[in-house]
């Protein structure tokens, strides 16, 4: 296909791509270097001003090519591409075949895990399932089962996910495993247990998140897997409190956020490059750094310590041991020319690369459009929390008027684990809160915190959310009150809330 190519084309090709993004996750290349693992929804195939253009990002990156061809191959698609405004060819390859390797592994562990329920557990398999399930939202990631209690007959569901597989596949099961269970109620199955299998050593955010979940009219027991002793072990549900020795040593530790006491020349630099855009560049110190961004996309860092300037963003970085001030200056108005809410070109890496950054920024100044009975003085974004060792950063942490913290998690992309991820974070600041850590670390100054727990807000576009938030919500405990909050489509240029609602 050339670049005169018609329309009926430009179609086919874009057919094409969209059938092969209807998949899982894939490997993206670019001339035979791979740039990454992306999942579907961190992807898209447009056409503007006659042009197909197929974009991919992630949190910290983004690229875009314009496609001229394309040629599926087995669990591959070739795309013949150009990039930097026509001027450079390049070929740009979708693949799977790892994750059909995978796949197969995914196979042999749900063979071996059936064998093991049956010999440790007293329970026959009647189901053992590791394909896809589009229409409940459940993919070949997570082996699923349907168990029968040799004793008393009674069914039970069962999900599992193997070694091999990442962290943010283990986390997901849990949500995998409601899924599961409401699908096999909704072909009349009745179930009175949820058996939920992890591998040994990786349960940590599934047994904290259990002591907020419940499902209706069944138990939910977990366990980990040994796989080399082909063992299972019990996993208690506990909550933050039952580290609270590991807790209380990182919280005191913990740098929060606050005014730093840098040197003159650091404070020289820093004010050097916020007087380049006073009104479009905020800056953020954090640790032993400042950071500056624009509407949420940082494109310079200072490190105090080292005394160096780390300047551009997504790949494109580099250091200096000084301020470039012509290159800042050329960086910060491309930056702003891009970012804003119609640009010129849409696949641009300033305009794609931390969307959620970027409505957390408009959201920060001015979070009464988001709900009016919030304290607009008091708007907290990137808040440290802590797991024993492990530090975490919350989109907005805001409170109303009377004193209630809100825990606020944005997406703007759909996401199945949007209710789960926002648990995560409400935990840790409940926990925060009933030890007094915000008061003594300085938040909210002048006002009286309620004893009452937070509120989690999820926001969004509203035609955003993944079809699965509600029943995932409605499985958090009311002790959590999670509500859904629908935002405009177009937010960049002003949020606007469509609806609200309250999910559990």
Same mark, same amino acid.
């Given at each position: 296909m050339t670049s005169s190519s018609k329309p009926a084309e430009i179609s086919s090709v874009k057919y094409e791509l969209e059938v092969f993004l209807l998949g899982d996750e894939f490997d993206l290349y670019e001339d035979q270097r791979l740039i990454a693992s992306v999942a579907p929804s961190h992807s898209a195939a447009e056409v503007s001003y006659g042009k197909l253009i197929f974009s991919c990002w992630g949190e910290d990156w983004s690229k875009s090519w314009r496609v001229l061809d394309a040629a599926a191959s087995g669990a591959s698609l070739r795309l013949d591409c150009t990039k930097q405004l026509?001027?450079?060819?390049?070929?740009?390859?979708?693949?799977?075949?790892?994750?059909?390797?995978l796949s197969q592994s995914r196979t042999e562990f749900a063979s071996k895990l059936g064998r093991l329920i049956e010999s440790s557990l007293g329970f026959a398999v009647e189901q053992n399932v590791t394909s896809q399930d589009s229409l409940h939202n459940l993919s070949g990631v997570h082996t699923r089962l349907l168990l029968r209690d040799?004793? #008393? #007959?009674?069914?039970?569901?069962?999900?599992?996910?193997?070694?091999?597989?990442?962290?943010?596949?283990?986390?997901?099961?849990?949500?995998?495993?409601?899924?599961?269970?409401?699908?096999?109620?909704?072909?009349?199955?009745?179930?009175?247990?949820?058996?939920?299998?992890?591998?040994?050593?990786?349960?940590?955010?599934?047994? #904290?998140?259990?002591?907020?979940?419940a499902i209706k009219d069944a138990s939910i027991t977990c366990f980990e897997i040994d796989e080399e002793t082909e063992e299972l072990r019990s996993v208690a549900p506990y909550d933050q409190g039952d580290l609270a020795d590991n807790f209380k040593a990182a919280s005191s530790r913990a740098i929060w956020p606050g005014e730093k006491r840098v040197s003159p020349e650091i404070a020289s630099w820093a004010e050097s490059i916020r007087s380049i855009a006073p009104e479009h560049i905020s800056a953020r110190s954090r640790g032993g750094e400042i950071s500056f961004a624009i509407r949420g996309l940082e494109f310079a860092c200072i490190n105090i310590r080292s005394r160096r300037v780390e300047l551009g963003v997504g790949d494109e970085k580099s250091q200096s041991a000084e301020l470039d001030h012509l290159a800042i200056g050329d960086l910060v108005q491309t930056i702003i020319k891009h970012r804003i809410s119609d640009p010129v070109d849409r696949g641009s890496l300033y305009y794609r690369l931390q969307p959620e950054r970027w409505l957390e920024s408009i959201l920060r100044d001015d979070i009464s459009a988001l709900d009016p009975s919030l304290d607009s003085r008091f708007v907290y974004s990137q808040v440290p929390t802590y797991r024993g060792e492990q530090r975490t950063y919350i989109d907005l942490l805001a409170v109303t008027r009377s004193g209630r913290l809100v825990v606020i998690e944005l997406k703007v992309a759909e996401d199945p684990e949007f209710p789960f991820q926002g648990l995560d974070y409400w935990q840790r600041v409940e926990w925060h809160r009933q030890r007094g850590d915000f008061e003594r670390r300085g938040y909210f100054p002048g006002l009286k915190l309620s004893n009452e727990p937070p509120l989690l807000y999820l926001v969004a576009p509203l035609f955003r959310f993944h079809q699965s938030i509600k029943l995932i919500a409605e499985s958090i405990r009311s002790a959590v009150p999670v509500y859904k909050i629908g935002i405009n489509e177009r937010w960049r240029g002003g949020v606007r809330v469509l609806l609200v609602e309250k999910l559990n």
């Open positions: 026509g001027t450079k060819r390049c070929i740009v390859e979708l693949k799977r075949d790892g994750f059909i390797q040799r004793l #008393n #007959n009674r069914l039970s569901a069962g999900i599992a996910v193997c070694s091999a597989e990442s962290q943010a596949h283990v986390d997901a099961v849990l949500g995998s495993a409601i899924r599961w269970a409401k699908a096999l109620q909704a072909r009349g199955t009745r179930i009175d247990r949820l058996f939920v299998f992890i591998p040994i050593g990786r349960g940590t955010t599934i047994a #904290n998140r259990l002591t907020a979940v």
